[in-house]
């Protein structure tokens, strides 16, 4: 079935490291793909989406790269900081039907 | 602010009792869902609405209903609640079906003794 494989689970960073977080999904037809933040106690916020017909998307210290011919997609976050503390989800989802496949999730931690 | 609403935001409910969680959004969004989120297994989708009046199943639709009287509201109940309905349930909203962007409720923790 369709799924979305997303790693690492955990990560820790000193604050002002990049993170990376990959995710790698199974449905050739996905054509977009949004990542979530979810902060402690609080429900899942869009941080950057981006859309097939682009390799890669960039929001000030964020960035998503898109590689659809090997089914990877990629969340890069700059000069990290504290704030940026929370668990981070990848989806993968098409037009016209009701699924968004959501990886496992990944644990951010900036330490200060 | 426009968003979705979520109540309760957190219930203790013993097993066998009836329970509906409320969901109201205010963007005029035409899709809706249900999603509940356990530790490590991610966000799981009950049930689903494309537009008012019609609803779907969704991944882990057992023991949930959900009604879709109009657009603003979703309600999700659990007619008969079971430990195992024990997580943090979201309800999210799009303007359309599919690769959209989902905007999702603050979540109902909701705990079943």
């Known amino acids: 079935g369709e799924n979305v494989e997303q790693h690492p689970s955990t990560l820790s960073v000193q604050e002002g490291d990049s993170a990376v977080i990959k995710c790698t999904y199974s449905d050739s037809a996905s054509n977009y793909f949004p990542w979530y933040k979810q902060e402690l106690g609080k429900g899942p916020q869009l941080i950057i989406d981006i859309r097939s017909n682009v390799g890669e998307k960039k929001d000030q210290r964020i960035a998503v790269t898109l590689n659809k011919t090997a089914k990877h997609f990629s969340l890069h976050i700059t000069e990290t900081q504290p704030e940026d503390s929370a668990v981070y989800f990848c989806a993968a989802s098409k037009g016209g039907t009701y699924k968004y496949i959501f990886g496992t999730g990944t644990r951010l931690k900036v330490l200060a | 602010i426009a968003g979705i609403t979520q109540a309760p935001t957190s219930q203790i409910l013993a097993a066998g009792r009836r329970m509906t969680l409320r969901c109201t959004q205010d963007?005029?969004?035409?899709?809706m869902y249900w999603y509940r989120q356990d530790l490590g297994l991610g966000l799981r989708l009950i049930h689903y609405?494309?537009?008012?009046?019609?609803?779907g199943k969704g991944e882990v639709p057992d023991g949930y209903s959900v009604s879709r009287a109009n657009t603003d509201d979703f309600p999700l109940t659990l007619a008969s609640a079971v430990p195992s309905q024990t997580s943090v349930y979201f309800c999210?909203?799009?303007?359309?079906?599919?690769?959209?962007?989902?905007?999702f409720g603050a979540g109902s923790r909701l705990t079943v003794l």
């Open positions: 609405s494309n537009t008012a009046g019609t609803t």
């Open positions: 963007m005029r969004h035409n899709a």
């Open positions: 999210a909203s799009s303007d359309t079906f599919g690769a959209n962007v989902l905007t």
